[in-house]
């Protein structure tokens, strides 16, 4: 977009990004992708409920030693364990490696369609949005990603991301710093 001086109107000058990741191009990005994602699933369910296993077995053991008030906490896990697996995706998925634990140990990273690393916003929009069409639509989340080149799934469309084999991630042009 860009501003222009005669009308004072912003005005959309046709600029759109490219893909950054083309899989006739680079097919090795998107090799195994599927797989390993669903390995990396795995691995980041545990790592969410370990957390929460830890936490619902010190509330009942609070609730012991308090001769039962401790156990009127049991009300927060839940929407605490929703929170911890939010925050969790946003802060892995914002970080420095654009991946969480799981993604991270199978080698997977999450960029934008055009290149960009994740950020917090993204990686808990992700989540959230994975765990609200595999509720609704379960099977058909699935089965996009074995129908396309870059094995990205319903959330991914949506939100504009792809998720990329870290190892051989071709480098992508960044914008100059103007400061």
């Known amino acids: 977009m860009s501003y222009s001086d005669s009308g004072n109107a912003w005005r ?8 950054a990741y083309d899989p006739d191009l680079h097919p090795e990005l998107f090799r195994g992708v599927a797989t390993r994602r669903a390995f990396a699933f795995l691995i980041d369910m545990v790592v969410i409920s370990v957390p929460v296993i830890l936490g619902y077995i010190f509330i009942a053991l ?5 001769l039962g008030l401790g156990w009127a906490l049991f009300w927060l896990a839940g929407p605490a364990s929703v929170i911890w697996a ?10 420095p490696s654009s991946a969480t634990i799981g993604m991270r140990a199978m080698d997977l990273e999450l960029r934008t369609w055009y290149g ?3 950020y917090f916003v993204l990686g ?11 509720s609704f639509l379960s099977p058909f989340v699935v089965l996009v990603g074995l129908f ?10 949506v939100l504009g991301t792809v998720v990329i084999n870290n190892s051989v991630r071709a480098p992508v042009s960044q914008a100059a710093r103007t400061w």
């Open 12 to 19: 959309n000058d046709g600029a759109v990004q490219p893909d």
């Open 62 to 66: 609070f609730g012991v030693v308090t």
């Open 86 to 95: 939010i925050v969790y995706y946003g802060a892995c998925i914002g970080g």
């Open 116 to 118: 960009v690393p994740g």
């Open 124 to 134: 808990a929009t992700h989540a959230v949005l994975f765990w609200v069409t595999v």
């Open 148 to 157: 396309n080149g870059r094995r990205r799934l319903l959330h991914d469309f």
